[in-house]
C-alpha cells in the first residue's frame, strides 16, 4: 500500500496508511501544532535558496529562545 500522504513511500504497516517518515511527521504536528508547522514550512520552503538558510537558522533559534524562557518560568513557578 502507498502512504495516504505523501503518495511515495509504501504504508509503514499492513493496516496503517502512512510511512514511517509521515508517521513521524504526524507526531510532530501533534507536538508543536499545526499552524507552528505550516508557518515553518511556509517561512521556511516558499522562499528562494539564499534567504533560506537565514531563514532555518531564525526559526531554530527563535525556537530555542522560545524553549529556554519556558524552561525559566517554570523554574520559577517551583
Ligand atoms: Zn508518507
Redesign the pocket.
Known sequence: MV?A??L??ATDSFFGS??E??HKMQRLTHLFGIEKIMSVLETVLLVDEPTQKEKIKDELKSDLTTREYHLRSRKQDA
Request: charged content about 10%; hydrophobic content about 20%.
Open positions: 502512504c500522504f505523501c511515495v513511500n502512512y510511512c517518515k509521515c
